[in-house]
């Protein structure tokens, strides 16, 4: 072979070479890539596990009006006081005044109320809507009432001042007994319908919103009958820690007093 002819052999060789081992670089480096991948994922996965195993307590806002944990008290009103609910449903359970904007609950909080009564009539245990939505100029004339016949000072402590009402924002609902019995009174917690609801109604999102020995943090006395929708994420991780209030939850002020 010419010495010419031998040196564009070993140039094409070593090109071959070169060529075939860049090849296999460039390909034998994606499965590096894809094996960083993997090693990235499950840790990644972990990660994402431990936030959902940590409640999320800043998912919902707790100040606007249309949030299923907004928090209304005697500190905190809606706001804006006149608000009204867009997507106020009837739910299609028994009601104490049939077919009346008072029987009115949100669209979630009915469908879940439709569930619970369900559940519950399974249990022979036979409940009413007796007051759901209230609106603003509605507990307005309510509170004017109290005023006009007791006062101020005793209107404050039988009745909600307009736009401090949780019935204005269609979460809440005010349940009885079919029978009858107890209406919108202490001993409702006695009966087989309210010891139902106290232990039941967490799994269906409601809450016994004033509970008895919190009224100094709620502002209201032991109403068995009162139940606000919060939704299952909040009730049930209500239920696990023990926490019976809102404003303990979430350590927010509230109380008695205006
Ligand atoms: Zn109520």
Not at 25 to 52: F, I, N
Not at 156 to 172: I, K, L, M, N, V
Not at 205 to 217: A, N, S, T
Request: hydrophobic share 35%; glycine share 6%.
């Amino acid at each position: 072979m010419p010495p010419m002819k031998r040196f564009v052999t070993i140039v094409g060789v070593v090109a071959i070479v070169l060529a075939v081992t860049w090849f296999w670089l460039g390909h034998s480096k994606a499965p590096t890539t894809q094996q960083t991948a993997t090693t990235t994922s499950p840790s990644s996965q972990q990660t994402s596990t431990k936030t959902t195993a940590t409640f999320n307590k800043t998912r919902y806002s707790l100040t606007q009006p249309t949030s299923i944990w907004v928090i209304v008290n005697k500190q905190h009103p809606l706001q804006p006081k006149t608000y009204v609910p867009s997507d106020l449903v009837l739910p299609d359970v028994t009601q104490r005044v049939p077919g009346t904007t008072e029987m009115k609950l949100r669209k979630a909080a009915a469908v879940a109320l439709e569930k619970m009564f369900a559940a519950a009539a399974k249990q022979n245990i036979n409940l009413l809507v007796s007051t759901a939505y209230r609106g603003y100029s509605y507990q307005a004339t309510l509170y004017n009432g109290y005023v006009a016949r007791q006062g101020k000072a005793v209107a404050d402590t039988q009745s909600a001042r307009p736009g401090y009402s949780e019935h204005q924002t269609g979460w809440a609902v005010d349940i009885r007994a079919q029978s009858g019995k107890c209406p919108v009174e202490q001993c409702f917690g006695n009966l087989p319908e309210g010891k139902w609801l106290a232990a039941n109604a967490y799994k269906y999102g409601f809450l016994l919103r004033y509970p008895e020995g919190k009224q100094k943090i709620t502002g209201y006395e032991y109403e068995p009958w009162h139940f606000r929708y919060i939704g299952t994420y909040l009730s049930k991780e209500m239920h696990r820690t023990g926490t019976e209030t809102m404003e303990e939850f979430f350590d927010v002020s509230g109380g008695t007093s205006y």
